[in-house]
């Protein structure tokens, strides 16, 4: 790089093979394409075909990745707002859009675009093209968010807690609410669809526990995008200029309400629990493979643990949810505008969402339960949490042990200890902070 201009004179870039498998695994586990038990597999020419279209999508990722990284070169920025907009830059980083294809199966065509996006060729433009006089260019800039171009990047993005609306990682969709209502929808039928037919021939049955992974996980990323419309806000990178107003707002109540119901049915224990047919498919590992960190983790040793598979999907909602910073910013917004959920009713619906057991499974329910109480007990140790944040926390934390007390099995009890411990944080005076003034003496 030049240190006078900027400029970038040379780079080198590297692409690992990490991305190409985990597109693999996104498709294998997606599509179950292979042959079935006992067929003649390895030559058929069906298994093929299948291999070459994981193959493809997964090429077809990594000249999106190259296109991403010669970007780069050109000292182009990451732009996390272009997923909102048919999939306009190769500075995004993309999630696979896959769709419902003819008898209930996953279909891949299209899951990556081709070429770069409409934003990639405008900002092309700006940055190496020829403008008549600075007001020709200063024109051209403004006619980006009138066209419907967003133009986020790294700091306001890269974070579940962070409040803009639209700018994520690894999401698609112009609606990230009905994006992720189409994601479960797809990964409920992954889930249906899956068999032995995920697994190549000659690997061993073990091999299926990483290859679930990215289906039952399928929805982690467009739950945070759908996340941030809690408590978030629509900005842009805006300077001050002659007739154009400041794009600033939270999102609309109705939206934010719609949100909050697609996250809820991300926790609740029907959706969570891994089909019997799954679980029995999945044995220990195979003699000279093991576990890395792709696999599943959980409390039942070599056995793949359903339990705690539901509980880290149900814990990465509630992360998402439980942040201090966006409970703030929700109480705030909720005071201005009644339709936005309020935190107290974000924490007693989430609570109540825990309460029906999945059918014939029950130990679902009550895990998810405790994952609850633990995210809370870690929101309740946060110094930075807001004083009417604490509040709300506190009623919630002596209701549940309220109700915990008059119960008297095992599983209550348990309940009642970890509420008492988080509200016993919660309460603990030592985490309110005096707020001080930024320093302003005119020297």
């Known amino acids: 790089m030049d240190p006078r201009t900027g400029e970038i004179i040379k780079g080198h870039v590297t692409l690992g093979s990490l991305r190409v498998r985990q597109d693999y695994l996104i498709a294998q586990g997606m599509t179950a394409p292979f042959s079935a038990e006992g067929s003649e597999s390895a030559t058929t020419t069906a298994d093929t075909t299948a291999q070459a279209a994981l193959s493809e999508m997964a090429l077809a990722r990594i000249r999106q990745l190259s296109a991403h990284e010669i970007g780069h070169t050109l000292g182009i920025a990451h732009n996390f707002a272009a997923s909102n907009k048919d999939r306009a830059s190769v500075m995004d980083y993309p999630h696979p859009v896959l769709t419902m294809g003819a008898d209930n199966k996953i279909s891949l065509t299209g899951a990556y675009a081709s070429g770069i996006g409409d934003w ?55 609606d990230a609410v009905t994006e992720l209502d189409r994601v479960m929808k797809l990964r409920a039928q992954a889930l249906s669809n899956f068999n032995s037919k995920a697994l190549a021939d000659g690997r061993p049955y073990s091999d299926l526990a990483e290859i679930l992974m990215p289906v039952y996980f399928a929805h982690r990323y467009q739950t945070e995008a759908a996340g941030k419309w809690l408590g978030g806000y629509d900005y842009r990178y805006q300077l001050k200029t002659a007739g154009e107003k400041l794009l600033y707002q939270p999102v609309a109540g109705a939206d934010q309400q719609r949100a909050f119901q697609a996250l809820l049915r991300t926790v609740n224990p029907t959706t969570l629990a891994l089909p019997t047919a799954v679980e029995q498919l999945i044995p220990p590992k195979a003699y000279g493979y093991s576990n890395n960190r792709e696999s599943p983790q959980g409390y039942t040793g070599l056995v793949l643990d359903p339990l705690s598979l539901a509980e880290a999907a149900a814990q990465h909602t509630f992360s998402i949810l439980l942040n201090g910073e966006r409970l703030a910013r929700l109480q705030w917004q909720h005071q201005n505008d009644s339709a936005v959920p309020s935190v107290a009713r974000l924490l007693s619906d989430l609570w109540q969402q825990l309460q029906a057991p999945a059918a014939a499974k029950p130990l679902i329910s009550r895990r998810l339960q405790v994952s609850y109480l633990l995210q809370l007990s870690t929101l309740a140790q946060n110094e930075q949490l807001a004083p009417e944040i604490r509040a709300e926390l506190l009623l919630m934390l002596t209701q549940i042990g309220q109700s915990a007390k008059a119960a008297k099995d095992a599983h209550s009890q348990l309940l009642l200890q970890l509420a008492t411990q988080a509200q016993k944080d919660v309460a603990n005076l030592g985490k309110l902070k005096a707020l001080q003034p930024p320093p302003g003496s005119p020297i």
């Open 120 to 174: 990639d060729k405008r900002v092309i433009q700006y940055g190496y093209g020829d403008f008549a006089d600075d007001k020709a260019r200063l024109d051209f800039i403004s006619q980006a968010p009138q066209q419907g171009f967003r133009f986020i990047s790294d700091p306001d993005s890269n974070g579940g807690k962070l409040p803009h609306a639209y700018s994520s990682l690894w999401d698609n969709g112009a």
